[in-house]
């Protein structure tokens, strides 16, 4: 089976690579149409339109041929995508932050093993249960994050990053290549595989703790706004 973004493209034709499924046009629109009754549809549309990036535009093709595309696109869902959906869908009371870290971290990194993910990229179902679920778990603690007091969600926020963190680390420091799926699709991008695994370790451990530094920041900024109204 073949992946469900296609070939690996090459440098002269990836521009031209735009996914236009028919399924997934038709789901992208009907979470158009659900985030404009959000509590904040401008959050909730912007969402869909990094969804809309993840997997119309050209990098799900380019995840294909380069996991630090991959890796780019993961960030794209867990940790841009998945809080702005839980802003605009925010949780009525807070409920089990501890829980939705753990799993959505388990999530994360199981999909990361080496013999899952080189499945995931030449089986289309399981490419869509690698997405939904880095996406769904990724949502709820968000939302948690969202919800919890001060100190629970500071907390929460600073373990998403530690791992994220982490997992980058570990795959930028990586002395082997660690994932089949890419052994020959690197080469004409001008970068072999180890160097394209260590990039994505980079994407990972840098921009992708970005989204929960400001979290961490959004919440020391309520406490402070809080403690100088009382």
Do not use: K
């Amino acid at each position: 089976m073949t992946s469900y973004c296609g070939a690996p493209p090459l440098p002269d034709d990836w521009l031209l690579r735009w996914n236009l499924d028919p399924l997934l046009l038709a789901a992208l629109a009907l979470g158009a149409a659900v985030a404009t009754r959000s509590r904040h549809p401008r959050m909730a549309l912007a969402a869909v339109g990094v969804l809309a990036v993840a997997f119309v535009s050209p990098l799900c093709a380019l995840t294909v041929a380069l996991f630090s595309a991959r890796a780019a696109h993961h960030v794209l869902l867990v940790a841009i995508a998945a809080p702005m959906i839980a802003l605009a869908f925010p949780a009525r009371r807070p409920g089990h932050a501890g829980a939705a870290f753990l799993i959505a971290t388990a999530t994360l990194w199981v999909w990361h093993l080496p013999s899952l993910y080189d499945r995931a990229l030449t089986d289309p179902m399981l490419y869509w249960l690698m997405q939904v679920s880095l996406l769904a778990t990724a949502v709820w603690y968000w939302r948690e994050v969202f919800a919890a007091p001060p100190v629970s969600a500071a907390l929460a926020a600073t373990l998403g990053m530690a791992q994220m963190g982490l997992l980058g680390a570990l795959l930028t420091f990586a002395r082997v290549p660690l994932y089949a799926a890419h052994a020959e699709t690197t080469w004409p991008w001008g970068l072999d595989q180890l160097a394209d695994q260590q990039l994505a370790g980079l994407v990972m451990w840098v921009p992708g703790s970005i989204p929960y530094a400001m979290a961490i920041a959004l919440i020391a900024r309520r406490v402070w706004a809080r403690t100088a109204t009382t």
